[in-house]
């Protein structure tokens, strides 16, 4: 009788081999470098929420994707994205935060969406966010574009263009035109102009209630072209009448202005005015990230203001401005459009092969010196002959082995061997660290 379970894992959950995983986790690495650099703090919110707090907000989509269960006589949910555990975290404890608070997260989320190429039902987000008591100055809003030029600066896949906003002059120029009323779903069809194309945008538009000369002033003004400077002084002699118009103009002027400040280069950010973000809560400036050279991509980062993160939890005022990257999608469609290669499969610079058993004690002994000098060793075990242990050294890809025979225990030194040369050398223990940690 045949009982074995046939092993596999859900669609949706990417799992990686070891060399697909150190190449994660490097780019995780230089992402949580960068945000703590920038001196946001380590958050870990809970992965299982009371599904009454996390649900206070959410609903249409959003609740239809959660994963919602009951344990005992509590009705739980597991967190779909870091925003909203966020939002309770710093209503529980806002007693003991100092504000502005900056906070960084990376960890899984869970969404229970039909999988498909670019989504997961178990993915890693990687959050900045940076909240305020009342009130947050602007210069945040710029220090956002500065945090993700260095994320991407120091990750190497290329070019990118940081896309900026304002939903204060959407707001207002929608509201100028006669469509307050449906300001909402305007955004959320402009939002998708790069996915659909214009022309579906503008069949959109008029199936909305929009009438066409509306649709082409929408078109015209998401349209704009030109750089950071031409575009801001074409807005401003629209001559659209609206306070809220002109308070975002305002706020972008001054945000690309910080930005500057910050010593982000011109070309690698710009107003783009079709940027909407569809999430409700965002007020203000909105941001985008794009890789020049995959367009199809889409964006890599996004994010944006809010007035009132935690207006569900208490009646503290908590404004604030976030971005966030999704790892794991941007690492399968880095890796499917070969912009990132693999390359070592070990973490393991050196080997250490006991050529007995007689040798095991010395050898430990030695990996732990090693190690102690900042080099990542490991012993092998196994009791087949030397020819095998090599094979085992060069199937994992380590570069150096340290060989401990009889001579060696008793003169107190080491064969040290280059396996991508073939160079080997009788040398001490201290002068083989020194040796392997200068190879690069």
């Known amino acids: 009788m045949n009982n074995k379970v046939t092993p596999k894992i859900l669609p949706g959950f990417m799992e990686l081999l070891p060399d697909e995983q150190i ?8 992402i949580r470098e960068v945000y703590e650099s920038f001196g946001f703090l380590p958050l870990d919110t809970a992965t299982i929420e009371y599904s009454e707090v996390l ?6 989509e959003t609740e239809k994707q959660i994963y919602h269960f009951n344990k005992g006589d509590n009705d739980l949910s597991l967190r779909f994205d870091l925003t909203v555990p966020l939002a309770r975290y710093v ?3 806002a007693n003991d935060l100092v504000f502005p608070f900056k906070r960084y997260q990376i960890s899984k989320v869970f969404r ?5 190429k670019g989504r997961f039902r178990e993915f890693y987000q990687c959050d900045i966010d940076i909240i305020g008591n009342e009130s947050l100055n602007l210069v945040y809003d710029a220090e956002m574009p500065a945090v993700i030029y260095n994320v991407f600066k120091k990750l190497e896949i290329g070019s990118f263009t940081i896309k900026l906003n304002n939903r204060k002059i959407l707001n207002g120029f929608f509201e100028a035109i006669g469509l307050k009323e449906q300001t909402a779903e305007v955004l959320r069809i402009i939002d998708k102009i790069e996915k659909i194309g214009e022309e579906n945008v503008k069949a959109e538009l008029l199936k909305l209630g929009a009438d066409s000369g509306a649709v082409d002033k929408i078109m015209d003004f998401v349209g704009t072209k030109g750089t950071n400077a031409e575009k801001l002084e074409r807005l401003k002699n629209l001559g659209v009448e609206s306070e809220k118009y002109n308070e975002g103009i305002e706020e972008l ?20 005015l079709t940027i909407a973000r569809g999430l409700d809560y965002y007020t203000g400036t909105v941001y985008e990230t794009v890789l020049n050279d995959y367009p199809s991509l889409g964006s890599v980062c996004s994010g944006g ?10 009646k503290q005022k908590l404004p604030g401005v976030g971005v966030s990257i999704g790892l794991t999608r941007l690492f399968s469609q880095l890796r499917e459009n070969k912009i990132i290669e693999t390359g070592s499969k070990t973490l393991v610079k050196a080997l250490v092969l006991p050529v007995d058993e007689s040798c095991v004690e010395v050898s430990i002994k030695t990996a732990g010196l090693i190690r102690n000098k900042g080099v990542v060793s490991d012993v092998y075990y196994g009791g087949k002959g030397m020819k095998q242990k090599m094979k085992y050294a060069n199937r994992c890809g380590i570069p150096y082995v340290v060989i401990i025979g009889e001579n060696e225990v008793k003169e107190g030194v080491v064969a040290l061997k280059n396996m991508n040369t073939g160079e080997q050398q009788t040398v001490s223990v201290k002068e083989a660290a020194g040796i392997i940690k200068g190879d690069k």
């Open 23 to 30: 190449l994660f986790n490097k780019i995780k690495d230089t």
């Open 55 to 60: 649900l206070a907000k959410a609903g249409g």
């Open 91 to 93: 209503a529980q404890h």
């Open 112 to 116: 229970g969406e039909r999988p498909q």
């Open 253 to 272: 002027e001054k945000v690309l202005s910080y930005i500057r400040m910050f010593g982000v280069e011109e070309e690698a950010f710009q107003i783009e």
């Open 305 to 314: 203001r809010y007035e009132n993160l935690a207006e569900y939890y208490t």
